[in-house]
């Protein structure tokens, strides 16, 4: 194989505590609607900025919450890729493994992963706008992909109306998944970096974190990105192809990939 990724795959087979981070490219190759692709139909009249905003909510729940609940039934759609289930493969083989992923999809749990920690909440865990207790599922009437204003569903306790579980432009991230993801780079010696351009913060701290602390870090993206300069291997590829020949180099072919 590409002696990067032989580099990379003794690596990873050296390494006691990993952590993976990934961001929307990882969904990239599953044809996810990316937050602009998701401004189709109805939506491309609407600036991705106008709706993912804690305002746009509050001046019109129904057309942010059918939006979001377009994008989930998009999301349903979709199958995971090989690098989720090579990502799956990783956690399988080196028990101290920390999945951080910035995507709000679900398609990390999907391809196996136990519990990613969502640094952008899910699409998949909506919960009351007021006193942020979680919606049942269904999450609403519509079952179907609408293409258009959904009224969200009302909480069972408080009345108040349900709102996606994700961050938007201007809300803090959690501070339970961002002290999480902190304490999985400050202690891992290997960060698989996947799909991410590492211009969002705080979460692009993350893999600058591990390397500060002298962790290896492995970056896996088709594109340059400002990551590069703490990057100890560059796997210039797209994550459905290099994350399954990464892990094919380190431990042979495994069932899961
Ligand atoms: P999102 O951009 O996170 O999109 C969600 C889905 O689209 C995910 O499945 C993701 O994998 C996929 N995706 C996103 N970009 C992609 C790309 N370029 N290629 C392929 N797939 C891609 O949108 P969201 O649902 O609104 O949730 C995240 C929200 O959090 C966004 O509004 C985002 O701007 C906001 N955010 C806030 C902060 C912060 O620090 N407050 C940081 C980052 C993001
Ligand atoms: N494999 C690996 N990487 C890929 C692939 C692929 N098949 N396709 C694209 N990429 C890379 C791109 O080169 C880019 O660097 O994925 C990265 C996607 O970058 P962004 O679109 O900025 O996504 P992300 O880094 O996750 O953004 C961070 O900002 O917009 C918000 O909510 C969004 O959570 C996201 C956050």
Do not use: K
């Given at each position: 194989?590409?002696?990067?990724t ?8 050296q ?30 009249r ?17 057309l942010?919450?059918g ?13 995971p ?27 990390h749990?999907?391809?196996?992963s136990a ?7 899910s ?13 049942s599922t ?13 009224p ?6 408080c ?19 961002l ?63 290099v ?15």
């Amino acid at each position: 194989g590409h002696p990067a990724t032989q580099e990379a795959a003794a690596l990873l087979d050296q390494a006691e505590r990993v952590v993976v981070f990934t961001g929307a490219g990882m969904s990239a190759e599953s044809g996810v609607p990316t937050f602009r692709d998701a401004l189709t139909g109805l939506w491309q009249r609407f600036d991705a900025q106008a709706l993912a905003t804690p305002e746009a909510f509050r001046a019109d729940p129904a057309l942010v919450w059918g939006w979001y609940e377009w994008r989930r039934h998009a999301v349903q759609q979709a199958q995971p890729n090989a690098g989720h289930r090579a990502v799956a493969a990783i956690e399988a083989r080196v028990p101290n493994t920390v999945l951080v992923t910035q995507n709000v999809d679900d398609l990390h749990e999907r391809a196996g992963s136990a519990n990613p920690v969502h640094l952008h909440g899910s699409l998949f865990a909506p919960r009351c706008s007021a006193c942020a207790h979680p919606a049942s599922t269904p999450y609403g009437e519509a079952d179907e992909p609408t293409d258009g204003p959904v009224p969200p569903p009302r909480c069972a306790r408080c009345a108040a109306d349900i709102r996606p579980g994700v961050v938007w432009f201007g809300e803090a991230l959690p501070t339970a998944a961002l002290e999480a993801a902190v304490e999985a780079a400050s202690s891992c010696d290997l960060l698989v970096t996947v799909g991410t351009s590492g211009l969002v913060y705080p979460a692009a701290e993350i893999p600058q974190v591990a390397a500060r602390l002298g962790a290896t870090v492995i970056q896996v993206n088709p594109e340059e990105t400002p990551l590069d300069r703490v990057a100890t291997v560059n796997l210039r590829g797209p994550a459905a192809r290099v994350l399954p020949a990464l892990v094919e180099a380190a431990w042979g072919d495994t069932d899961q990939v």
